[in-house]
């Protein structure tokens, strides 16, 4: 294992979030809330730490990254980030106990969005702003992010990128791996600040348009405001965030694609996005159709329910309603559509409509075949087979993340402490990292009430949904860690 390497990429990406503390901490010093020092300690210390990686002393490796290394970055490095992630929350004194801060912190850069958070009144400017930047590096990527400003860093660099990109493949735009993360973090950058743009012409402060804008950009859902979106109680800006959730939620090569010059062929013509698109608006209109009674009109209804299926879907966790409140076929298919999620290359988490498309092809191609069992048909997306090696990945894949869900909601049960319900959806909420579940996880609930065992359950099984599963797997094989 090359891990003088391994520790000099870890470093960068630490410098990398050091420096993402930068613009928090000019927040805390415009609004005097007392958050200076806490941020500015945890940016000096946090760049400490990765500078020592990065200069660390010894022989001179290969430069070159095995996928396994990538995975091990992965998995290794989100976890760290997350560790340094939680100072800022503990030197404050808001979120003074080391699991609640490092559960927000997990939250955050897996842009899954629970929170143990209580109370939101009279919280460092700051700090909130800090716990919606984990949204924005998360979201896209603090390794891709890396690359994009570190593109020699190895050169082996899209194993790094395949480690950590949600979706079953890695789609290159461009030949150079560091150019590609430059575009899309540029497409990132420019959606951001379009929405951001579009939040204060519908009359939301620069911060509050700010904190919204980094918090729908990575899917992840962290208000500054107890009652999330429901707090400006506002149409406009329930369907600026709504259709931006939605944006986000889709595979960013199609935007890539737009600009280039195939327009809005780009969308069309994929499979995904088609099936992204119809599974959004079907469940709009049975939503609506459920919710009409407990609202009494329908233009009430299809309000909440685009919004908190755009949400759902993108896996973002806004809320503008208590959707504990809304009928039992209503929460059936709130739990469907956040085990699909949105589309691969996407900020967002879930299984993937790609993933689910291949898995409802499988199963009608063994259907078929238990009749004819000398045809076997071949999958195709997007009218190009798929070899079978990747039909065997996805197969895995969707039966370990239904293993996963199920094996989180019974070890939360063991605290004894909520129902099946609670502890089912809130492990499938951090597996696909949506953020409130059902029951006592609600959307107007929150995490606070676990013990420590809990959330650090809770903690890691979102970091499991944010790397797809496999990095974390690997991380806990001994060969994993063999010198070669």
């Not at 988490?349 to 009608?364: P, T, W």
């Amino acid at each position: 294992m090359n891990r003088r390497l391994i520790i000099r990429v870890l470093g960068a990406m630490i410098l990398v979030e050091a420096g993402a503390m930068i613009p928090s901490l000019i927040i805390s010093l415009i609004y005097h809330d007392g958050d200076a020092n806490a941020l500015g300690m945890s940016a000096l210390a946090t760049a400490v730490v990765g500078a020592m990686m990065v200069v660390i002393p010894g022989r001179k490796d290969n430069d070159h990254l095995r996928l396994k290394e990538g995975f091990i970055i992965t998995a290794v490095g989100w976890i760290m980030l997350s560790l340094l992630g939680a100072m800022p929350f503990m030197l404050s004194g808001f979120l003074p106990r080391f699991e609640d801060a490092f559960f927000e912190s997990v939250s955050g850069f897996t842009t899954t969005g629970a929170s143990v958070l209580t109370r939101f009144e009279n919280f460092p400017h700051g700090i909130m702003f800090w716990r919606a930047a984990t949204h924005w590096v998360g979201g896209m990527g603090v390794l891709v992010l890396t690359l994009a400003l570190l593109p020699k860093l190895t050169g082996r660099s899209s194993h790094l990128v395949k480690a950590e990109s949600p979706g079953p493949s890695l789609s290159k735009l461009v030949p150079q791996t560091g150019k590609t993360a430059k575009i899309l973090y540029s497409i990132y950058f420019v959606l951001t600040g379009a929405e951001f743009i579009a939040l204060i012409i519908c009359g939301l402060s620069p911060y509050d348009a700010a904190v919204h804008a980094m918090a729908t950009a990575g899917t992840g859902g962290f208000s500054c405001y107890g009652k999330s979106v429901g707090a400006f109680n506002s149409v406009p800006v329930e369907m600026v965030i709504s259709f931006f959730m939605f944006l986000f939620g889709t595979n960013f090569a199609l935007f890539y694609k737009f600009i280039i010059g195939e327009k809005f062929r780009a969308f069309y013509k994929d499979e995904e996005f088609r099936w992204y698109f119809f599974i959004a608006v079907a469940s709009i209109l049975l939503l609506t159709a459920f919710n009409r009674s407990h609202y009494g009109d329908v233009l009430t209804s299809l309000r909440y329910s685009i919004f908190q299926t755009a949400s759902v879907m993108s896996t973002t966790g806004f809320v503008t309603a208590d959707y504990n409140q809304w009928p039992v076929m209503s929460h059936m298919l709130i739990i469907v559509i956040m085990f699909i999620g949105s589309c691969a290359g996407s900020t967002a988490g879930g299984m993937k409509v790609i993933r689910v498309n291949m898995l409802a092809k499988i199963s009608r191609r063994n259907i078929l075949a238990t009749g004819n069992p000398k045809k076997m048909d071949v999958i195709r997306i997007d009218g190009k087979a798929v070899d079978e090696n990747t039909v065997s990945q996805v197969a895995q894949f969707g039966l370990m993340y239904v293993s996963l869900v199920l094996l989180g909601g019974f070890v939360l049960s063991l605290e004894g402490r909520f129902d099946a319900i609670s502890n089912l959806t809130a492990s499938l909420t951090c597996i696909s990292n949506v953020g409130p579940g059902l029951g006592a996880v609600g959307p107007a609930e929150n995490f606070a009430a676990y013990g420590i065992f809990g959330k650090m359950v809770c903690s890691l099984l979102m970091l499991f949904g944010r790397l797809e599963l496999l990095p974390m797997f690997i991380l806990f094989t001994r060969s994993a860690w063999k010198k070669y």
